[in-house]
């Protein structure tokens, strides 16, 4: 635009106009909340987030942070998804046993893929971690980085909870897809900090949580760069890499992220010491925990389960400060309106 | 506003305000290089690169990817800063022996130690893989994460290059910051990816390069999670966890960014499998490799160099439709002015 046609546009419309395009430009600095977390009752669970979010982006606060520095992480099982019967990615593995048995035969005899097969729980736990090792390296290895993600899609697009009977990307919770948009619309970048594997969550977790593949973290396997045919590819390898649990997520998050976040929220004793590192830094900090007491809309399980055990967290999340978040009597509901999640 | 008030304002100055501001505010789709490139020459090498950034983010060309597909991934010795005559981690870890020698005085008599106090480099070489193993682990390890970026950051604002006397941050190249601040304005997001320490990168990539620490990628030894008198810590173990160098990178990109990059920028043959990697992959593609071909500015060196050995890639750069950028044609200047570069 050149002065002389600059001059005759302008205004009061045409200022007006510029304000205007400015406040939808520019986010918001100060939080905003009214109807960004519909899902949450107004307790005092919700108010801390408000508060916490207010006290890091609204500018002048004593604790305010440059966006660059609003970095959160959720643990994925239990926090962001439902992880009962079992984990998602366990039932992945059994159905994977399955589809693969025809070109091993010598898996109805051997365990633990016998186990899977019958889908005897039992004698599956018997087999131990070296079994659920074995199963995972025979399931999630051999193939290819692209070859994986393809199975990994393939199966979420056809496999059904076993209770709720809906695809498991729709049993994720809620009030945490709107608490991760609500803290990127303040700015913050929002990770995925996972025991689960990364590779299993890539695929989908944009799609579903609007986390980009670059900022999930979760265990891994190694993979060996190859040339085939002049192609080349990544190969999974039936080697352990890293495993993104208890006191490996603090060192995953400074792998991956290498900066300490200011939010942290998990749901099991595996996410404490990704907890207690979040919460140990300076200036304003949050650590949040789902509570699992919902056995009605979910499931109630905490102290004594063998899955997303809680125990240490429970006992410590008063002095530490961190939030318990009661599925029950914070959350308004639990999964999104069906269908939702379910688009591929 | 409500609707009496809109209606008030409605008109061709509003509309005209309304959208220069969604000019500003949206990022211009189509790619713009005039002024955004002053330090290269107008040669086919920024041409390359401004088609190619047209050609990905103009909407309705064939190969428009949305931003969050636009990953370009950077080498850093020799790509982004200078690595001659030795690379700057080497020249940290000269410095820091010198700096931990009084608490070990056996260094005096033990190699590699030795030759590295008398700055003696055909004994340090002798010392091989071996040696230099074992120089690094006792130079980068055995303290915190926080403590380790402190030494750092100490150390680069008093180190000085031997032949240019500036300090290592402002031997970046000025055409390849251009570069960098050019895509991310066309949506790009930008890493780095380097055979060089991890942490040894993040605690200036973002004050030099815009780039922050979850997008750097890099050779790292393990930590593990530890709390100290109350106070969790990462200690940083004599192990190494990862090489980030030759067929390492595609594992490094896969196991950080998790989506193949569509643009990879080298300088050595340790890029040689990031540019192959990148550019095996479907639509368009760009690689581009810095060759060191300016001896008066910076340094000539390719074939034959113990340092940033480039051969492998200058031999298959024309078949496989890779750039190379001549320092001493393609580049106006090298280095930032004076100063620019070296605030902390």
Request: aromatic share 10%.
């Amino acid at each position: 635009m050149n002065q002389a046609s600059a001059s005759r546009v302008t205004g009061l419309p045409f200022i007006l106009g510029l304000a205007l395009c400015v406040l939808c430009a520019v986010k918001l600095p100060a939080a905003r909340a009214e109807g960004a977390l519909p899902s949450w009752n107004d307790t005092s669970a919700q108010q801390s987030i408000v508060r916490f979010v207010d006290q890091v982006t609204r500018p002048g606060s004593p604790d305010y942070l440059p966006p660059a520095e609003r970095i959160a992480v959720f643990d994925n099982d239990g926090t962001l998804w439902s992880e009962q019967p079992m984990y998602v990615q366990l039932a992945f593995a059994l159905d994977r046993v399955k589809a693969l048995a025809p070109q091993h035969l010598e898996w109805k005899e051997t365990q633990p893929f016998k186990a899977a097969l019958e889908g005897d729980m039992k004698a599956l736990a018997e087999s131990g971690e070296h079994g659920l090792l074995e199963l995972v390296m025979a399931t999630h290895a051999g193939n290819t980085t692209e070859e994986f993600a393809g199975v990994v899609k393939d199966w979420l697009a056809t496999a059904r909870h076993p209770r709720f009977g809906r695809p498991y990307t729709e049993l994720v919770y809620q009030p945490m897809l709107e608490l991760l948009a609500y803290l990127r619309a303040n700015g913050f970048k929002t990770f995925v900090v996972s025991g689960g594997g990364i590779e299993f969550m890539r695929p989908w977790a944009e799609r579903v949580y609007g986390v980009p593949p670059e900022q999930v973290v979760g265990s891994s396997i190694r993979t060996r760069y190859e040339v085939r045919d002049g192609k080349p590819v990544l190969v999974r390898l039936p080697e352990i890499d890293f495993i993104d649990d208890k006191a490996g997520k603090p060192v995953g998050i400074h792998q991956h992220i290498g900066r300490r976040p200011i939010l942290a929220f998990g749901n099991s004793d595996g996410d404490f010491q990704m907890l207690e590192w979040t919460t140990a830094g300076g200036g304003a900090r949050l650590g949040l925990i789902v509570h699992h007491d919902d056995a009605e809309r979910e499931y109630a399980y905490d102290r004594k389960s063998p899955i997303g055990r809680l125990d240490e967290g429970l006992d410590e999340a008063s002095q530490r400060g961190w939030v318990v978040v009661s599925m029950k009597t914070d959350w308004k509901r639990i999964f999104p309106a069906g269908g939702s999640a379910a688009r591929q």
